[in-house]
């Protein structure tokens, strides 16, 4: 790997760090305030809100700037974010400014590993980036937990500014003023991403070009036999995996009675497993094969189904496991796979522009769908059952999806394999 590879993954590592630890101290923010539990719900789609919203601009920025500025510029946005949460702005408007963030950041981070790497690396690459991305998932909520908890809460609130006044006065509030030194770390090593030679390409224009070019990427990546394929794939996998944090949050506490602090151990479990799945689908998978792990899809939603019947920590830590490797062996390959064909349809930046698009208003139906599932009183248990039934059923039709391409369309899909296969940039 070139020396600039592992720059991006320490300024991965701390930005994704502050994302995760933020997000448990939001739910904690607002369970402390007394907010209603369908607020809680609603954190994860307001997250993903901009991510839809700006989708059409953020790839075209990410190709017009270089890309280390753009994941600079983005950490000081969520450093905004936060600093909105803790000077009275209501929890739900602030994390959405901090997906602000987050949606300018993305299409830059993964964008720049097609610019500095060649295809017969990527895969590698995703494997290290997603690996490293569920390391700091495992940190972040697990130090998330720390800091609203018991033991480090009051060392936190006990520190002071003499003669300054902070208005911090709880534990929420001090973990959110600490986690703004992780994205200060993060945009420092941004500072020393290299500028790679892929030239930047300019802006489309108005904003109506901007999202007219938008719709035309999306709607080439949605038409290649194999994008459509990937892009169904990882959107599905990433609407799961973006609200299974809130979901194991809500039923650790339904199922074993654990505090915000003790249920963050466990969203720290199903990224252990993710993070396993990850390691491994780098060192077994090909790009060539990555379509031979849709099943996986499917035993995900039956798996999110079995959660109910679990009321053992003991049982439950394997299972989560389980649970997150199948979707770390199932992204990596077709991650790698969608960055390739979209790399070679459009620039990367609106590749992943696209791709963050499609996945993050898959989050934000999904979210969307389990918190009116929560404000209409459904249970965590009769709300975990639906939201299975919905990916399973979701991946089996993408199964059938791929396997109709395969009979009708054989010759061109074995030709985009081959390349896949054999490109040697």
């Known amino acids: 790997m070139k020396k600039g590879f592992y720059t991006i993954m320490a300024a991965q590592f ?19 305030s007394g907010a209603a539990e369908w607020q809680r719900a609603a954190l994860v789609p307001m997250f993903a809100l901009f991510y839809v919203v700006l989708a059409p601009f953020v790839g075209a920025f990410a190709d017009f700037i270089p890309k280390g500025k753009v994941m600079f510029i983005s950490n000081s946005i969520k450093v905004v974010g936060c600093l909105m949460m803790l000077f009275g702005t209501h929890p739900l408007m602030s994390y959405a400014i901090v997906g602000l963030g987050a949606a300018a950041y993305s299409p830059a981070k993964y964008g720049i590993l097609t610019e500095l790497l060649p295809p017969s690396q990527l895969v590698k690459a995703n494997g290290w980036i997603e690996g490293l991305t569920i390391a700091s998932i495992i940190l972040g ?21 003499p003669g300054v006044s902070t208005g911090i006065d709880s534990a929420p509030e ?28 300019p802006l489309p224009g108005t904003l109506m070009e901007m999202v007219r070019d938008f719709r035309t990427c999306n709607r080439r990546l949605w038409r290649d036999k194999l994008g459509q394929i990937s892009l169904a794939t990882t959107t599905l996998f990433w609407g799961v995996s973006g609200n299974l ?14 505090s915000t602090t003790q249920a963050s151990s466990l969203v720290g479990v199903v990224a252990v497993g993710t993070a396993v799945g990850a390691v491994i689908a780098s060192v077994w998978m090909r790009l060539d094969q990555a379509t031979k792990v849709i099943p996986l899809g499917i035993a995900m939603g039956v798996l999110v ?35 390739h064909r979209g790399h070679n349809l459009m620039g990367a930046g609106r590749s992943i522009a696209v791709q963050n698009f499609n996945e993050q208003a898959c989050i934000l139906g999904l979210g969307a769908f389990y918190t009116v599932l929560t404000k209409l009183g459904v249970s965590a248990f009769g709300a975990i059952t639906m939201f299975g039934l919905v990916v399973a059923g979701t991946m089996w039709l993408i199964k059938r999806w791929h396997a109709r391409n395969v009979v009708r369309h054989r010759e061109e899909v074995e030709q985009l394999l081959a390349l896949a296969r054999s490109d040697p940039h």
């Open 245 to 258: 944090r809130y979901i194991v949050l809500a039923w650790s506490a339904a199922a074993l009675g654990y």
């Open 141 to 161: 909520v697990l130090l998330g937990g720390q800091l609203v908890g018991p033991h480090v809460a009051p060392h936190l609130l006990a520190l002071d500014m």
């Open 174 to 201: 001090a973990a959110i003023a600490s986690i703004i030194l992780l994205y200060v770390a993060a945009a420092l090593f941004n500072l020393y991403i290299p500028r790679t030679d892929a030239p930047l390409q």
């Open 14 to 32: 701390f930005s994704s760090l502050a994302d995760n630890a933020l997000f448990v101290a939001a739910v904690e923010l607002l369970k402390t």
């Open 305 to 339: 189904i079995g959660m109910n019947f679990i009321t053992n920590v003991w049982v439950a830590a394997p299972f989560l496991v389980l649970l997150g490797g199948l979707g770390g062996y199932l992204v990596v390959p077709m991650n790698a796979l969608l960055q």
